[in-house]
């Protein structure tokens, strides 16, 4: 049978894009759609303006700091509506160089929703249908709302990013990494934040003394921590909302921001009907090469629910184009994945936590918690935590975990020292760059075990 395409994608964001591209290079006939913007959760309305959001935030503590480097700053405040206006300008440069990447591949661009109709083919919005070799999932997640009377009143992480001004207060629901890295972006903008979580700690899955460090540090930023809490209701006061928790305490505030995860993104596309086997939660269940259980279709990125992050789905994606297109069979390891968390302080980690560590063995650990050079004339008395998890004996790198400035940009290498098999010793030869925060990680004491 001829095919209009040998692959059609159905989804823009990074996973997506980049297996289009891939499989063009390599000489596909190739199209794409999207229905909403080009670039996904990450570029439109994630990573990206979440991380402009974080630049921004920070700047409070940086006025704040120089005081005590000899600055006099006044009269600093934050405009946000022009803020959202230049956020906005560099989306819309990402997209359009997104959309040309594209193009000069050769991909075949439309701008529209599609569906699944069968193995090989694919149902457009318009109502013409493109028949296609093979058809890749990768549309995504979406944030999932809880059901609780007057959920429709709160806004999620999609909606934050268009609000037109600055929320005098919020309530934040939700414990993991999208709802901690909201609080201290709207809590170092001014917004007055309270986040509401049923759990017992933040950051579930995340090493124990991380997450204890991080929620401290975010207590003594200013942030209001109800733990043990679950969220009742939602109701109107006026122009306001008040939260009800099932304990029967409330908060009335300007929004309430619904953090409380998010669930692959394959509502009506059709893929249960043309055979499709979904998860629970509505993943896509695929094996090692990223094929579903219709050997035609695949699926990359946050719609299989594996990891769900975009370097991930962009690894995923171009994994798929060389082992279909390119003659080039590539799998991804998912098992020694390095991450970063925007709170504030911000997390580097890459590897097993202790938890994980001690179920699997003996363990030894090195850390050390210090009061960083940047904060002692600023007079903060804020810590970074670093920590080695390492296989007792052999003392060989299980995990590396940090807390506090820059954490983000350590891991990235640490990462590759963990991957490599390094042991304690391995760090502890390297000579340290003095001063900064990063050569703690090579001098950190003898490691204790047990």
């Given at each position: 049978m001829a095919f209009d395409v040998d692959l059609f994608v159905i989804g823009g964001g990074s996973g997506g894009v980049r297996a289009a591209r891939i499989a063009a290079e390599a000489g596909a006939r190739v199209a794409l759609a999207e229905e909403y913007r080009m670039g996904g959760t990450c570029v439109i309305r994630g990573c990206v303006p979440k991380k402009l959001f974080v630049y921004a935030?920070?700047?409070?503590?940086?006025?704040?700091?120089?005081?005590?480097?000899?600055?006099?700053?006044?009269?600093?405040?934050?405009?946000?509506?022009?803020?959202?206006?230049?956020?906005?300008?560099?989306?819309?440069?990402?997209?359009?160089?997104?959309?040309?990447?594209?193009?000069?591949?050769?991909?075949?661009?439309?701008?529209?929703?599609?569906?699944?109709?069968d193995p090989h083919r694919v149902r457009l919005a318009d109502g013409r249908e493109v028949s296609a070799s093979h058809i890749l999932i990768a549309t995504g997640g979406w944030p999932v709302r809880p059901e609780v009377p007057g959920a429709d009143l709160a806004i999620t992480s999609n909606e934050v990013f268009e609000l037109a001004g600055q929320p005098k207060s919020v309530a934040i629901v939700g414990g993991g990494y999208i709802a901690c890295e909201f609080a201290g972006i709207l809590n170092g903008l001014g917004?007055?934040?309270?986040?509401?979580?049923?759990?017992?700690?933040?950051?579930?899955?995340?090493?124990?003394?991380?997450?204890?460090h991080v929620a401290d540090a975010m207590r003594s930023r200013g942030v209001v921590l109800e733990l043990g809490r679950d969220i009742a209701r939602i109701e109107p006061v006026g122009a306001e909302k008040r939260i009800v928790l099932t304990n029967g305490e409330s908060h009335v505030v300007e929004h309430v921001l619904l953090a409380t995860g998010r669930a692959p993104n394959t509502h009506g596309l059709g893929l249960e009907a043309a055979g499709v086997a979904l998860g629970r939660n509505g993943a896509v269940k695929v094996g090692d090469w990223s094929q579903s259980s219709v050997p035609s279709i695949y699926a990359v990125g946050d719609v299989t629910d594996r990891i769900a992050l975009t370097p991930v789905a962009i690894r995923e994606g171009q994994a798929f184009a060389r082992t279909v297109f390119a003659a080039e069979p590539t799998r991804?390891?998912?098992?020694?994945?390095?991450?970063?968390?925007?709170?504030?302080?911000?997390?580097?980690?890459?590897?097993?936590?202790?938890?994980?560590?001690?179920?699997?063995?003996?363990?030894?650990i090195a850390r050390t918690a210090f009061r960083p050079m940047l904060n002692v004339l600023a007079h903060r008395d804020e810590r970074m935590l670093m920590k080695l998890v390492l296989e007792a004996g052999s003392e060989r790198v299980l995990g590396v975990h940090i807390v506090g400035h820059g954490a983000g940009e350590m891991i990235q290498l640490a990462a590759v020292a963990v991957g490599m098999g390094a042991t304690k010793a391995d760090f502890d030869r390297t000579v340290a760059v003095h001063p900064t925060a990063a050569e703690e990680l090579v001098t950190l004491p003898a490691p204790v075990e047990g």
């Open positions: 935030s920070a700047f409070a503590d940086a006025f704040e700091d120089a005081r005590g480097f000899g600055w006099t700053v006044e009269g600093a405040r934050f405009d946000w509506p022009r803020f959202r206006a230049a956020r906005d300008a560099e989306i819309a440069r990402l997209e359009a160089a997104y959309r040309s990447r594209l193009a000069k591949a050769g991909v075949t661009l439309h701008d529209c929703r599609a569906t699944v109709a917004t007055r934040v309270t986040q509401i979580y049923r759990g017992p700690q933040i950051l579930r899955g995340f090493d124990d003394e991380v997450r204890a991804v390891d998912h098992a020694l994945i390095a991450t970063a968390v925007f709170t504030q302080p911000e997390i580097g980690t890459v590897g097993l936590t202790e938890a994980e560590a001690r179920a699997r063995g003996p363990v030894a």
